[in-house]
């Protein structure tokens, strides 16, 4: 386990290495942040002076020497348009996207299973068909589009819920909601095809046989052998929402981590990028972890 | 049927004939076919007859509701915040959204497809390294790829396509590569290989049908995806630009609207979601249809033997 | 009239399929009484599973529709009881257990639990299911009961996994037992012994025992009384030695007709000359495991050589190495003078069309995207220099009707054919090469009997007419007494006996041929019942 651990590390260190290595160029390719952030008139010499003190006057390949050097000792810059801490900022918005990806998830996961086993068990019984139906529509469903006609419909016309920010609970109705839909489809999908599998499997044909009853034939018997294929679209889904959720964020004006990348780039504001890619990238790696854990965990003929 | 085909084609000659009939069986996906065969007409002939209508601008017709029966055909769903009729305008930019979706997955499936038999098929180094790349691309946020590549390019229709099948390669690398490493191991493989077959016929005859519908299956669902990726990307701002038109630019177009004329991103809107659910229905069509094994499900037609 | 146990009365099931609506049995009747163990026995497709599968509710209705009849158990319609009267009795009154146990034995519990579960579910509490589960993997015999316990089914042999399926079924000592080819896919000498436990169970508990098989000689080993079964009706019912000496249906006479093993074995043909194909010191390792361990032996041409062994014997290795499916660990092969071992690619294509393989599943060996035409032909895209493609359709045509196919069905896919034609058309794509020597992997373990004697015929007259040569791979004795020149006996990646067919099956010297020679079934009742009791006098079976 240590060893499996151990190599998947490193195959997600190397991974990482690349990614912020290629962030890091392709980003300044984007343009000098000099012009965003100082006044079209500004002097060149104020121009000269924010230079210096950004270090964005050196040749790039020592700008990243000094990147890589000061990374080590975990520091990850300042942001030019917070004056602070670039990791500060990132980690105050991952908050959020993290909690925002644990409820939707959670959420999503409970609902796919307990529909998705109910209609594989009766297979084009009228509750699979509405349930195969709806999974298609969500998965179907652009969520920048479900998000504003949920807006006019809930928050402007009907006005029980708030548009956008994150004071009360009721914030959280709506970018949950949308953020809900389409892994919901998905995951539907996929727990009913491999619950349909399992249900028609012989150990469920060994059960009936035994006198068990329904509940625990789907559940039990079923359910952990079903979930195995499901578990891996699980994580894909989960890794899209902590990679930003960036959609609902920005249309729910919700601080996330997605919504701080793409306005960190189009501020030009690089150590925010590239400190949130890293954030990131770590929870996918953690989380990945613990969907191959939970593999080992399901299924004993899994070990590492 | 019954007639002793020519040489080569050993499989009876049904065609498109056999296609439709298969079709027809399954209700959902007739009527999703049949939509998206109107959206590649539209696609194909929308800019060339309607270009002009779809620009005319007519500052009284300014956000004009829809359903106003008073008005020409054309203004059926109402017009936008420029009183261009928003029928047309869905219409002709249903070019840009197809072809844009249609080129991505075109070369994100044959480079991904390729790349995932190779590393299937061969054991040396290619088998090692191959994955790697797809697990890069795919550790790659592909928003924030997006954002940065085309804020340097210019968001042309071109480099939109690039950006977009470069983040879905390893999709269509993962599967054809997992495929093949099982289909390998197949015994008609195996059989194969005792006649004395070189790699490349047992790849191309062999093994390549057998995956070919699987991939051909998550292509068209890969559609949808891709759809909804650009929409998302034009709704941020950072995919066409105007005056070219995409659905999922008009969504983002009407946005400021809302609250008094909500028709100006319903629609487009709307179109995206039908056009993305016909897309899921055909696949699930597909996967059943191009499997010999279980065809015979649509062949007889009834539903309650599922 | 008494009652008896079970008693299944004129019952019809029909099943709506792609074909239109197929009557899967046809007023079947038949009892079964406690103490009492009653065979069905059919081939695959006669409906003799069906039977059982009502009785204990398992059949999807729909698409399946049971359409008259009555299942009494002791005088009760169960047909006519509710679904939770009727999940009651499953497992609590009547239990089953099935071929394949891997398959049938949930992944991911442990065997305690799922033991234990058959008792908790009909109202045993939990702490007292534990205990009796110990108890019954130690009288199912079970090595290391407690350890046991805590296990998977993946942990287990073949054997052993039936053995937990026995005890599972066992637990809440059911008035009957269900046994749906319980031993099909098992080792001889494993067969005797899960029979074996079979009958002591029996005899412990009283119970009534509904074998379904297809095995004459597993009727012949345990039945009381027979019903045989074709195409969804009874065709004949008695007595089992009765019925086998003395049969009433053609289908029966024919079925007893077409087991293997009992006609004249070969005349000893005397080869003189060069040997077709020359194997010394073969060995093949994964690693550490030692698959093969320096096989030799020869073929002469127009001899069929078969390999014998259980599981884990490494005869599909020595097949697979041979062909170079997988590259030999050390040793040599000569095919007419020349290695086959160490022969480079290029020249190994050349002899690729001499020496064939059909496999053992054609289900699997044909691939399911082509048509019979192409599947055969495909031999002379690979092999140009045989047959100018002007000429392809003609001999695909001459091959399918030499294999007993109508040449019509070439534009068909694999999965259209039944079993039997699937294994001809492998056979007819093996030909299409004209090889010299043929590989047979369980080329026809995977058949019902009847189809597995003219498959056999088939290739005994391809042998005739072309003088071919072929290695054949089995598990299964009778068959290669009726087929082979020579056998090899092998056991742990080594020959342990070579010789002759008559050497071997009248005059056995190592105590391993003699063992599998006790333990495989003879379809007759009265040899089997002289078997057993010599058996149990050398106490072969004491594990």
Known sequence: MKKFIGKRAVASAISLVGLVIMVFFLSRLTGDPTDLYLPVDASLQAREQFREINGLNDPLMVQFGRYVADLAVLDFGNSIRRSRPAIDVVLEGFAWTLWLACVTMLLVTFAAIVIGSLAAFRVGGIFDRIATFFSLVGASAPDFWIAIVAIVVFAVNLRWLPTSGTGTIWHWVLPVSVLFIRPFGLILQVVRGSMIGVLSSAYVKTARAKGVRNRPIIFVHGLRNGMLPVITVIGDQAAGILNGAVIVETIFGFPGIGKLMIDSILQRDFNVVLAAIMVSALAIFLMNLLIDLAYALLDPRIRY | ?306 | MTEHLLEVCDLSVEFHTAGGTVKAVQDVSWHLDRGETLAILGESGSGKSVSASAIMNLIDMPPGRITSGRILLNGADMLKMTAEERRRINGARIAMIFQDPLAHLNPVYTVGWQIAEMMTTHGTPAAEARERALALLKRVGIPEPAEAMAKYPHQFSGGQRQRLMIAMALAFKPDILIADEPTTALDVTVQAQVLALLEELQAETGMGLLLITHDLGVVAEIADRVVVMNSGRIVETGNAAEVYSNPQHPYTKKLIGAAPGKGAMPAERDRGGEPLLRVERLSKHYGAFHALKGVSFTIMPGETVAVVGESGSGKSTLARALLRLEEPSGGQAFYKGRDLVTMPPKDLFGLRREIQMVFQDPTQSLNPRMSVYQLISEAWAIHPEILPRARWRARVAELLTKVGLDPGMAQRYPHQFSGGQRQRIAIARALALEPRLIVCDEAVSALDVSIQAQVIALLEGLRREFGLSYLFIAHDLPVVRDFADRVIVMKEGEIVEEGTVRQIFNAPHEPYTRALLAASLDPDPEVQARRREARLAEGLLTA
């Open chain 2, 1 to 306: 049927m019954t007639q002793i085909a020519p040489d080569t084609g050993a499989r009876p000659r049904s065609g498109l004939a056999t296609v439709i009939s298969l079709l027809w069986r399954d209700k959902f996906a007739f009527c999703a076919a049949l939509f998206l065969l109107l959206v590649v007409i539209c696609a194909l002939l929308g800019p060339l007859l309607l270009e002009g209508a779809a620009t005319k601008q007519n500052l009284r017709g300014r956000n004009a509701p829809p359903f106003d029966m008073e008005r020409d055909w054309e203004f059926f769903f109402g017009a936008d915040a420029l009183g261009r009729p928003l029928l047309v305008r869905i219409i002709v930019a249903a070019q840009n959204t197809m072809m844009i979706a249609a080129g991505a997955v075109f070369f994100s499936a044959l480079i991904g497809s390729s790349l995932g038999l190779a590393a299937g098929w061969s054991r040396g180094r290619m088998s090692q390294i191959i994955p790697r790349l797809g697990d890069v691309i795919m550790s790659f946020p592909s928003l924030l790829l997006a954002v940065i590549v085309l804020y340097m390019l210019d968001p042309s229709v071109f480099n939109i396509i690039i950006v977009l099948a470069i983040t879905r390669i390893p999709v269509y690398l993962r599967t054809a590569r997992a495929e093949v490493l099982e289909v390998r191991e197949r015994m008609f493989v195996q059989a194969a290989k005792v006649m004395g077959a070189s790699d490349l016929r047992i790849v191309f005859r062999h093994i390549l049908p057998v995956v070919l519908p699987t991939l051909l299956t998550i292509a068209t669902l890969d559609f949808a995806f891709v759809m909804l990726a650009e929409s998302s990307l034009s709704f941020l701002g950072i995919g066409i630009q105007p005056p070219e038109i995409t659905w999922g630019l008009m969504v983002a177009q009407g946005r400021p609207y809302l609250t008094n004329a909500w028709w100006l991103s319903f629609w487009p809107g709307l179109a995206i979601i039908l056009t993305t659910l016909s897309l899921n229905l055909l696949s699930n069509w597909m996967r059943i249809a191009l499997d010999p094994v279980q065809r015979w499900r649509l062949e007889m037609g009834g539903r309650k033997n599922d």
